[in-house]
């Protein structure tokens, strides 16, 4: 499985960035598909995941703000990230589950200036 993540940079508070994910090397359509992101010295935290039946799930951080999605017959999955903020600066990571496994992309940094 190979996950590549891209779309990452730098943009000022409140400005929107679209990252995007392109899984390969897997059954993509029965996946769970996520980001998640670590800030310099913080644990990688979760911050939106979507199932197989497109079902999302978002930390309280980023509600209204952020928005996960997938396009099966692209064998990606985006996250479109609005109204950011200096602390959403961190690496974002691509996760793949399936099978009880994890895979995970190399990541793609995102800062916000203020």
């Known amino acids: 499985v190979q996950l590549q993540a891209s779309g990452g940079g730098l943009v000022q508070r409140g400005g929107s960035l679209r990252l995007s994910c392109v899984a390969s090397g897997t059954d993509f359509s029965i996946s769970s598909m996520g980001w998640y992101r670590q800030a310099p010295g913080k644990q990688r935290e979760l911050v939106a995941e979507?199932?197989?039946?497109?079902?999302?799930i978002y930390d309280d951080s980023v509600k209204g703000r952020f928005t996960i999605s997938r396009d099966n017959a692209k064998n990606t999955v985006y996250l479109q990230m609005n109204s950011l903020k200096p602390e959403d600066t961190a690496v974002y990571y691509c996760?793949?589950?399936?099978?009880?496994?994890?895979?995970w992309g190399r990541g793609t940094l995102v800062t916000v200036s203020s």
């Open positions: 979507i199932n197989n039946r497109y079902n999302a």
């Open positions: 996760n793949l589950h399936r099978d009880y496994r994890d895979f």
